[in-house]
């Protein structure tokens, strides 16, 4: 063995980065078995067959503890994406993998990138035909990961309460976040403005839950008990804008995040 030989630095076999990166990657991983129940006939939790229930549960808890563990929290989320992410590429340019190995390594850096893409938030409610919605707690790109990982996990970080109405068709809204309230002002294709207080004269207009579900929809099936569940997941009545354009509600993921959303009819 030659001198040069004896410096050279070992370099740790391309299955050993192949694994470290696996592990890494589990996170995003359990996403996508999680996932799968929405193309297996009936594994979904929501009226599945018995006999699919050790199925629903296998594809559950994965995901759920990660969730609840990684992503929802901004910074550890970053983290596991940042270390999976280096720990991949590293092998990818570093390792010399063979095909197989290769194929994996890109397999899960793609699946590590696409994550935020796919786990997406949101609300419980949106417009049925003939109306469209406006999100007022919209949380934005890297707050919808956080949000999705809470509803899966059946975190609410916030309550709304509507306050109403000012007579310039501006919303006011309490958000209760933990031990913090505060009051928020949204104005409709703006966004929200955290204010001071909220004015004494709101108009408080409402319609009624009954009236207000038949501007919406939910993914819920079968849909024999859409509009059942549509009633569930509204919870509250609407508060109508003064110039009747615009329906704000809250609505809920059963045990999960609340939203506040606008409707407005665009027929």
């Known amino acids: 063995m030659t001198t040069q030989n004896l410096h050279k630095p070992l370099a740790a076999p391309s299955w050993v980065i192949a694994l470290v990166a696996t592990l890494l990657s589990l996170p995003f991983l359990s996403f996508y078995w999680f996932a799968s129940a929405r193309i297996i ?8 067959p018995g006999w699919l229930m050790p199925l629903s549960f296998a594809q559950y808890v994965p995901f759920a503890f990660f969730a609840m563990t990684l992503f929802g929290n901004l910074s550890t989320y970053i983290l596991a994406t940042l270390a999976s992410v280096a720990v991949t590429g590293v092998g990818l340019v570093k390792g010399r ?10 397999l899960i850096l793609v699946a590590t990138l696409a994550f935020p893409l796919l786990c997406r938030y949101q609300p419980a409610l ?7 919605s406006e999100w007022v707690t919209n949380p934005g790109f890297w707050g919808g990961v956080i949000k999705a990982a809470q509803q899966v996990v059946e975190q609410r970080p916030c309550t709304y309460e509507l306050l109403g109405w000012s007579a310039d068709n501006h919303l006011y809204y309490h958000a209760a976040c933990g031990v913090d309230t505060q009051v928020w ?3 409709p294709s703006g966004r929200p403005v955290r204010v001071s207080d909220a004015p004494a004269d709101l108009s408080v207009d409402t319609l009624s839950k009954h009236t207000a579900v038949g501007m919406m929809r939910t993914e819920i099936k079968p849909t024999v008990y859409e509009e059942q569940t549509r009633r ?17 509600v809250v609505t809920q993921h059963l045990y999960g995040p609340q939203d506040v959303v606008l409707f407005a009819r665009t027929e």
């Open 41 to 48: 006939p009936g594994a979904l939790f929501v009226y599945r």
């Open 185 to 187: 002002q949204y104005a």
């Open 232 to 248: 569930m997941l509204l919870k509250s009545d609407g508060f109508i804008s003064p110039d009747g354009q615009w329906t704000a």
């Open 97 to 106: 993998p063979g095909k197989l190995l290769g194929a994996w390594l890109l």
């Open 126 to 132: 949106w417009a049925a035909p003939g109306y469209q």
